[in-house]
Nanobody, 121 residues
Framework: QVEMVESGGGLVQAGGSLRLSCAAS????????MSWYRQAPGKQRELVAF???????NYADSVKGRFTISRDSAKNTVSLQMNTLKPEDTAVYYC???????????????WGQGTQVTVSS
């Protein structure tokens, strides 16, 4: 069993900052990549940021220059530092891990439960 637990969401004014964190635990052999997605009401879930096991990153155009994804491989955690937040960043944010399980060696995609980020104008 693998569990992804997020923390750090909340309410912030436009222009403010928030930091999201996600910790993976359980039957983990290795984490191949970790990502943050978000889903606003009435919209599809979209990829926000992605980081590989080697530390390469990629961002949605809408957050480039404002958000930074980082990971601590020793602790199996991924974080998303969000600066200069805008009302359009309001969404439920989900972390995702591409994880190889220690009991089988097979790779699966695991999701956190989601954390609400609300940016007021």
């Amino acid at each position: 069993q693998v569990e992804m637990v997020e923390s750090g969401g909340g309410l912030v004014q436009a222009g403010g900052s928030l930091r999201l964190s996600c910790a993976a635990s359980g039957d983990i052999l290795s984490i191949n990549s970790m990502s943050w997605y978000r889903q606003a009401p009435g919209k599809q879930r979209e990829l926000v940021a992605f980081i590989t096991s080697g530390g390469s990153t990629n961002y949605a155009d809408s957050v480039k220059g404002r958000f930074t994804i980082s990971r601590d491989s020793a602790k199996n955690t991924v974080s998303l530092q969000m600066n200069t937040l805008k009302p359009e960043d309001t969404a439920v944010y989900y972390c995702n891990g591409d994880i190889s399980r220690s009991d089988s060696g097979r790779r699966f995609s695991y999701w956190g439960q989601g954390t609400q980020v609300t940016v007021s104008s």
